[in-house]
T-cell receptor, first 113, second 109 residues
């Protein structure tokens, strides 16, 4: 079965712009989580959605937001981009509770110039 | 606060040598722990979960609640084991996984 699909793979944006990233989870997975990965900070949790509801949120500013649709696909949005937002954004899906582990997508590499 | 510590950024061993990747956690309840691996140019993937008590690709990890550790071990390292390894914790109060900073394992021929 298809894995977790993230689009686009690469993005280059200018400071001040906004960006939307997309994630399609594994079929049947209802939980989608987003992480930011950087060399300095490693993997940092952004938020988790389950059945269209945000279940958990990490310590990121309000410029970072997300949503989940009825088909479990998820999007995350970053407004007013800053240079420090340059990172690999990873989406992960799981069946239900995280205790079973995530399946990760390949990520979207965002570069802010 | 929940935290995962991987004290080694880089671990270099020779092929055939034993490997131990250290992971310590901070959590007051009953944790669920995972090891993830990222090979070069590949996505992050689940290696093993402590609840499964499994051995994957020759790797094992035992949860030691007394020492709050979940070290990853393999008796004989192979060159194809070279990768980035992340330890992760799932604590009950939060739905997300908390990751350590990772250890880069390099297995030399």
């Amino acid at each position: 079965k298809a894995g977790v699909t993230q689009t686009p793979r690469y993005l280059i944006k200018t400071r001040g712009q906004q960006v939307t990233l997309s994630c399609s989870p594994i079929s049947g997975h209802r939980s989608v989580s987003w992480y930011q990965q950087t060399p300095g900070q490693g993997l940092q949790f952004l938020f988790e959605y389950f059945s269209e509801t945000q279940r958990n949120k990490g310590n990121f500013p309000g410029r970072f937001s997300g949503r989940q649709f009825s088909n479990s696909r998820s999007e995350m949005n970053v407004s007013t981009l800053e240079l420090g937002d340059s990172a690999l954004y990873l989406c992960a899906s799981s069946l239900d509770r995280v205790r079973y582990g995530y399946t990760f997508g390949s990520g979207t590499r965002l570069t802010v110039v | 606060a929940q935290r995962v510590t991987q004290p080694e950024k880089l671990l270099s061993v020779f092929k055939g040598a034993p490997v131990e990747l250290k992971c310590n956690y901070s959590y007051s309840g009953s944790p669920e722990l995972f090891w993830y691996v990222q090979y070069s140019r590949q996505r992050l993937q689940l290696l093993l979960r402590h609840i499964s008590r499994e051995s994957i690709k020759g790797f094992t990890a035992d949860l030691n609640k007394g020492e709050t550790s979940f070290h990853l071990k393999k008796p004989f390292a192979q060159e194809e084991d070279s990768a980035m390894y992340y330890c992760a914790l799932h604590g009950g109060s939060q739905g997300n996984l908390i990751f350590g900073k990772g250890t880069k394992l390099s297995v030399k021929p």
